[in-house]
């Protein structure tokens, strides 16, 4: 069974992926920072019958990180690495002028830091794999200038251009920047508890996720809604 790493996996895009995979077969390694939260999402999984490693930790701790590899190499490597996990910076999110740079660094660190890193550790298995996949979730503040989004669009803008630069370096693996875009999450409400409007359920989007799996087309930067509109 092919085997996948997701970082940010007790909540949201996290969990909905990890079910959506785990009904295809899929064995998991799935990482997040609540222990509570990421026990009752991997006892949701493993009801699909697969195997399911949940382990509890801080992405941004390089120990944590190798816990994730060597767990996904027990289950017969690492197929698919989705770094997920993301820090705002500041909750809720403040302009520029007003940004902590603990916070702004802590937003460096998880979501662009922590994810070379991980991929460094899992390069290896990556390789290995005939199917090796990185998919890193990244945001329309990357590449568009939203007031208070500076901070956590300046480490997406990093993310993704890591993702970038692995492509390159990496041709014999297959590297998706992904922008889920708009989704009814606990991060957007602690990023902007005052927005109202409706949003989708992350699980709206993970069909655009698994055309990426089914399809494989090149590395790049794709957005979740334009791969759902265009099947």
């Known amino acids: 069974m092919p085997v996948a ?4 996996a007790s909540k949201g895009l996290g969990r909905a992926l990890a079910e959506a995979l785990a009904a295809r077969g899929w064995d998991l390694v799935l990482d997040a920072r609540g222990a509570g939260a990421l026990e009752e999402a991997a006892e949701a999984v493993a009801r699909y019958g697969g195997r399911v490693t949940a382990l509890p930790g801080d992405v941004a701790d390089g120990g944590h990180r190798a816990e994730l590899v060597a767990a996904a190499w027990r289950l017969g490597g690492v197929d698919l690495l989705v770094n997920n996990a993301s820090a705002l910076g500041a909750e809720p999110l403040v302009r520029l002028s007003e ?10 660190e998880v979501n662009a830091v922590a994810a070379l890193g991980l991929v460094q550790e899992a390069l290896p298995l990556l390789q290995a794999s005939p199917a090796g996949a990185v998919i890193a979730v990244t945001s329309d503040a990357a590449a568009e200038a939203y007031g208070t989004w500076g901070g956590y669009g300046a480490s997406k803008a990093a993310l993704e251009q890591l993702a970038a630069v ?9 590297v998706w920047a992904v922008d889920p875009g708009d989704m009814a999450t606990e991060l957007y409400a602690a990023a902007v508890p005052d ?6 359920a992350p699980a709206a989007v993970v069909p655009a996720f698994l055309r990426l799996l089914e399809e ?16």
């Open 5 to 8: 790493i997701i970082t940010g």
């Open 99 to 108: 940004l902590p740079l603990e916070g702004l660094r802590r937003a460096l």
């Open 166 to 174: 692995l492509a390159v370096e990496e041709p014999g693996l297959r």
């Open 195 to 200: 927005d109202e409007d409706p949003r989708p």
């Open 216 to 231: 494989r087309p090149a590395s790049g930067r794709y957005t979740a809604p334009s791969l759902v509109e265009e099947r």
